[in-house]
Nanobody, 127 residues
Framework: QGPLAESGGGEVLAGDSLRLSCAAS????????MAWFRQTAGKSREFVAA????????STADSVKGRFTISRDNAKNTMSLQMNNLQPEDTALYYC????????????????????WGPGTQVTVSS
């Protein structure tokens, strides 16, 4: 098993909700961060949301703001993404990411900050 493992993906209809979870088997530094990215075929990996591990401060992509909420459980070393009002354009392979080094809140959306990645979980939204 790798350092990160996602779960919770599936096939839903537009307007439905899903909750993705990410379990980390590596220790997450209090000064680091975890994030969700997504990718569709032929496109680069896109930032979705990120959370600072110690402060709980978050950053969310404009495309999902108001619909997706990121959270974390420090004690359980897990992170979640609550996705409401899903739309067909949300269809993608969703990846969990974590950093092994401190991450400034100003660069939470930069995928170069993250060096641990999960294998991804597929989310498919039909209209």
């Amino acid at each position: 098993q790798g350092p990160l493992a996602e779960s919770g993906g599936g096939e839903v209809l537009a307007g439905d909700s899903l909750r993705l979870s990410c379990a980390a088997s590596v220790r997450i530094l209090s000064s680091s961060a975890m994030a969700w990215f997504r990718q569709t075929a032929g496109k680069s990996r896109e930032f979705v949301a990120a959370i600072s591990w110690s402060s709980g401060g978050t950053s969310t992509a404009d495309s999902v703001k108001g619909r997706f909420t990121i959270s974390r459980d420090n004690a359980k070393n897990t992170m979640s993404l609550q996705m409401n009002n899903l739309q067909p354009e949300d269809t993608a392979l969703y990846y969990c990411a974590a950093s092994s080094t401190p991450v400034s809140r100003f660069v939470l959306a930069d995928r170069r900050q993250y060096d641990y990645w999960g294998p991804g979980t597929q989310v498919t939204v039909s209209s």
